[in-house]
């Protein structure tokens, strides 16, 4: 099972929105509506920021939203703050009941 | 409150195995799965497998097949990952997480066990 495709790097100003990809196939992100979204700051544990696609558990800020189309997801964050800047993965279940997470993406604020 | 409390770092040889435990607290153990990830220095985050606490079935990782096993005590709500085999690659952060039960996202995670192996 091949690791879902992000870009290594994506920047924006604060008050700026992103996007990250997340590109995988039709035996995981597009099978399932199972692809969460996870933050990780330097020497920190992973937290999801989104679940089943698009949901926000609580205590996350609106500012992050997620969306999917065919094999690839998205993560948004808009409003972007200084302290959005660190790397993210996706992540999604996949047809022989395994998981499989994305190459990782490093955001920087400007 | 949810917390899950992982075993402390580990050096190893090449060759040997290595064991992690992470036990949970402050909910029903029952209703969730364990998964575990692995983080190398300046690296990914990368799934090696599940557990189903109440059952003890499991699913690994192809990359780690036949050298992973989870297992887990009900008795002392305790999950365990033994990885066989080392090598230098396997070097890493190794993470257990909860999955509530068919929700497909881990929401708490244990706070890592450093596995260093060097001869």
């Known amino acids: 099972q091949s690791a879902l495709t992000q870009p290594a790097s994506v920047s924006g100003s604060p008050g700026q929105s992103i996007t990250i990809s997340c590109t995988g196939t039709?035996?995981?992100?597009?099978?399932?509506?199972?692809v969460s979204w996870y933050q990780q700051h330097p020497g920190k544990a992973p937290k999801v920021m989104i679940y089943g696609v698009s949901n926000r558990p609580s205590g996350v800020s609106n500012r992050f939203s997620g969306s999917k189309s065919g094999n690839t997801a998205s993560l948004t964050i808009s409003g972007l703050q200084a302290e959005d800047e660190a790397d993210y993965y996706c992540t999604s279940y996949t047809t022989i009941n395994t998981y499989v997470f994305g190459t990782g993406t490093k955001v920087t604020v400007l | 409150q949810v917390q899950l409390v992982q075993s402390g770092a580990e050096v190893k040889r090449p060759g040997a195995s290595v064991k992690v435990s992470c036990k949970a607290s402050?909910?029903?153990?029952?209703?969730?799965?364990f998964h575990w990830v692995r983080q190398a220095p300046g690296q990914g985050l990368e799934w090696m497998g599940l557990v189903n606490p109440t059952n003890g079935d499991t699913s690994y990782a192809q990359d780690f097949q036949g050298r992973v096993t989870l297992t887990r005590d009900t008795s002392t709500s305790t999950v365990h990952m033994e990885l066989s085999s080392l090598t230098s690659d396997d070097t890493a952060l190794y993470y257990c997480?909860?999955?509530?039960?068919?929700?497909?996202?881990?929401?708490?995670w244990g706070q890592g066990t450093l596995v260093t192996v060097s001869s």
């Open positions: 039709n035996s995981d992100i597009g099978n399932y509506n199972s």
């Open positions: 402050g909910y029903n153990f029952h209703t969730s799965h």
């Open positions: 997480a909860r999955e509530i039960s068919a929700t497909f996202y881990l929401d708490y």
